[in-house]
């Protein structure tokens, strides 16, 4: 499967971040270096839904910024006994389908591995969550009114073509003095004319800084994109995650202030002292350290985990002699036992009990060695040794190099 690289999304790197990141959108024409439809194609569409157990959180229709109700489409389902009470029904999909109903897919990273990399490498560039969401829309249909999205996207064009209007992202207000809310829908005549005008076709790729109006419409046919959305944190989000951070440490922040008229003066001295303790505590933070913590935690995100644990336990059967072998952890706790000829050692919060010779084995193994099954336990037979390997393979003690 397809994986758009970073560069096939923003171009020049340098430039990307100076001119365009939350500032301005940008245009990139014929983008992708792979086959668009190896990324996601109408066919993958219809394979997901058919699914049989697709629910509505996954799924929504909508025509012309309105939402069709998910009873029109959904019905419960028994699966093993289990009650699903919205399941989506793959006929009544395409019946909206006919009529004029964009299909809006939400999470698509959590079906295609592929999706899950590309999130899981813009939830790394960009330190924040990211989500991959498929637009597919009837020719000559319109899903959305004028709108705005609360984060950054990359619209990746797929099939078909769609024309885009896309007005500056400075603040518009309503005429009543107020911005416009996410979601709300943008009056035509308080935007002016457009920055862009174009139409996307498959391997174009567009980037949107949150918050910037735009409108898009299918033309002569069915048209398919991806919108891969991240959603950059402020200022203002960091240093809540930082004072959060630093607040638990101190027992006198602690407690229920009871909080009255009576009670201003009393909790604004407590207050006032708190804020001081405060201050104390971010003044002693290493700002590298903070940032490196900020970075890990806008990384650890849900939806862009990859996983081989299945095909790693098979893998295990084929070992032998010859295959490396190292230490999974390298935080092993020993114990010896009371009969002296067995040692306990702990990891992934588990004991489990292995004769001394293994022990020393994993000892030398978090230390860094690499050795070969076959030599893991000294002064053993081969034979048993790989067998020694294995069982510490299947409980996630070691792992098997290539």
Not at 121 to 126: G, I, K, T, V
Not at 312 to 329: C, I, L, W
Request: glycine fraction near 6%.
């Amino acid at each position: 499967m397809y994986v758009p690289t970073f560069a096939s999304l923003v171009g020049d790197e340098e430039r990307f971040f100076a001119e365009h990141f939350g500032r301005s959108p940008l245009l990139r024409r014929e983008a992708l270096t792979g086959p668009p439809e190896e990324l996601l194609s109408v066919a993958d569409l219809d394979d997901c839904l058919h699914q049989e157990a697709l629910r509505t959180q996954y799924l929504r229709l909508v025509k012309r910024g309105d939402l069709i109700h998910e009873g029109t489409y959904t019905q419960p389902l028994r699966v093993q006994r289990k009650y699903i009470p919205d399941r989506v029904v793959p006929e009544r999909v395409y019946e909206h389908f006919r009529t004029g109903a964009s299909v809006v897919w939400h999470s698509m990273n959590h079906f295609r591995p592929n999706l899950r990399a590309l999130n899981a490498m813009l939830a790394q560039r960009f330190a924040t969550r990211s989500d991959s969401l498929a637009f597919l829309t009837p020719a000559g249909q319109q899903g959305f009114v004028i709108h705005h999205d609360p984060n950054d996207t990359f619209v990746i064009h797929l099939h078909g073509s769609k024309r885009w209007r896309v007005w500056p992202t400075a603040e518009v207000l309503r005429p009543d003095g107020r911005p416009y809310k996410v979601g709300e829908e943008y009056r035509a005549e308080h935007l002016g004319e457009p920055l862009l005008d174009v139409t996307l076709r498959p391997g174009d790729v567009m980037y949107l800084p949150s918050g910037t109006p735009h409108v898009a419409a299918a033309e002569d046919s069915v048209s398919l994109h991806l919108t891969v959305t991240v959603t950059p944190r402020t200022w203002p989000e960091l240093l809540r995650s930082t004072v959060a951070e630093a607040m638990p440490a101190d027992p006198e922040h602690r407690g229920f202030p009871h909080l009255t008229e009576e009670t201003t003066e009393e909790q604004a001295a407590a207050l006032k002292d708190r804020i001081e303790l405060l201050v104390e505590r971010l003044r002693a933070i290493d700002p590298r350290a903070e940032v490196a913590r900020l970075t890990a935690e806008g990384r650890d995100a849900e939806g862009i985990a990859a996983g081989h644990r299945f095909a790693s336990a098979a893998a295990v059967d084929e070992t032998d002699a010859s295959t490396p072998v190292r230490a999974a952890h390298a935080d092993f706790s020993f114990t010896q036992s009371a009969a002296g000829d067995r040692v306990g050692v702990r990891f992934d919060g588990k004991t489990v009990a292995v004769p001394r010779s293994v022990a020393d084995a994993l000892r030398s193994c978090a230390a860094g060695a690499v050795v070969p099954a076959g030599r893991f336990v000294p002064n053993a037979a081969p034979e048993d040794s790989v067998k020694a390997v294995k069982t510490l393979a299947r409980l996630g003690a070691v792992a098997l190099e290539p």
